[in-house]
């Protein structure tokens, strides 16, 4: 069985399951259903995934499994995490503080003036309580 396309191999657009079919009943239902997140991925980050699992999420077994370095698999998996509709956790395009207010929380934290939740939770704000 030939592998569901991700997008339209025309236009590169969307695709919209339109029909399933039961193999075992042959009963078949119709309508319009969005693919699910993964089935968006493009086959080399699906397989980038599956490597991923393999090696337990360990970006050293990655990198000797695949052989790229460090930054370039961090670079994928944020590229991966930003196609599922994510942002990645802890780059600057999802934290809302400015630096100076980045470093006010990190001295309270440091200080125990705040606990590791509310600095996350400031970060993404933008700092302001």
Do not use: D
């Not at 569901?4 to 319009?32: D, H, K, N, V």
């Not at 699910?36 to 995934?49: G, I, N, R, T, Y």
């Not at 590229?79 to 100076?100: D, F, V, W």
């Amino acid at each position: 069985m030939a592998e569901m396309p991700t997008a339209c191999p025309l236009c590169q657009g969307e695709l919209i399951i339109s029909r399933f079919e039961c193999q075992s009943c042959e009963t078949t239902f119709e309508g319009r259903f969005h693919p699910q997140a993964f089935a968006k991925l493009s086959p080399e980050q699906w397989q980038f995934v599956k490597t991923f699992i393999r090696c337990e999420g360990k970006i050293k077994s990655m990198e000797t499994e695949i052989g790229l370095s460090y930054p370039t698999i961090r670079n994928r998996l944020h590229e991966i995490i930003r196609a599922l509709g994510y942002e990645p956790y802890g780059t600057e395009e999802n934290l809302s503080a400015t630096p100076e207010q980045r470093q006010r929380i990190l001295q309270a934290l440091e200080q125990g003036e705040i606990t590791v939740k509310e600095a996350l939770r400031l970060l993404e704000e933008g700092g302001e309580e």
